[in-house]
């Protein structure tokens, strides 16, 4: 097995809405206001209107649920869900969360992307797993996706 690298996506966030303390975590929802990925197999645009629904458990690991809508430039839309963790030193989390630059090899932030469309020239999505190196920087998630071959 080998990875094959598939887009680069960004992702623009807008301001997080706290839900607040939940019995399972702090609950965040970012709201995904627009975006773009990159790739050899497709290109396009993130669509807005999707959301992160975040939880963050007591020991700061953020457990990353996304769902939102990708247009690649021939027109097809395509749906990805993204799953995964961000977690890292204490101090390193706080300065994510104050919006600063942090370097990505000092924190964990990895993800698993499931895709569904109706398009045909991109059924292959649905049937491949793929997997996700992230880093956060403050209005956005930028991430290197793979598919495992």
Known sequence: ?????????????????GVGVTPGGERRVYP???GSFAGAAFTGTVLPGGADWQLVLADGTAV????????????ALVYIRTRGFRHGPPD?????????????????????????????QYAWLGRTVAVASARREPAAVVYDAYTLS
């Open 64 to 75: 990353i649920d996304t769902r939102y809508l990708l247009r690649t430039d021939d027109g």
């Open 92 to 120: 390193v989390l706080a300065r994510l969360a104050a919006g600063e630059p942090v370097d990505p090899a000092t924190y964990y932030f990895r993800l698993t992307l499931h895709f569904e469309t109706a398009a045909p």
């Open 32 to 34: 995904i206001v627009g």
């Open 1 to 17: 097995m080998h990875l094959e690298p598939l887009a680069t996506v960004h992702v623009e966030l807008a301001p997080m809405l």
